[in-house]
């Protein structure tokens, strides 16, 4: 692959989120504390994002409820 496209890829992203304990990893409070602080960073982050970009395009959140409710409905 590109090196720009190395840039977009999102997979360790979401294996930080999914994976199972692995025995060999140190385990002590200061790693873990540190694990869940970037797990909380990361969500407010995401969450920021979208609520910048729901003020910053008016008529963005009413699509998206939209796009939404017709996947289900």
């Known amino acids: 692959m590109s090196k720009f496209g190395d840039f977009f890829k999102m997979g360790a992203v979401f294996g930080y989120f999914f994976r199972k304990h692995d025995p ?3 385990n002590n409070f200061n790693i873990r504390m ?5 797990r909380i960073s990361m ?8 609520v910048i970009s729901f003020r910053l395009i008016p008529g963005f959140f009413k699509w998206v409820v939209i796009f939404l409710l017709s996947m289900f409905f």
């Open 34 to 38: 540190m694990h869940g602080i970037n």
């Open 43 to 50: 969500l407010m982050f995401l969450f920021c994002t979208m």
């Open 24 to 26: 060999d990893r140190p």
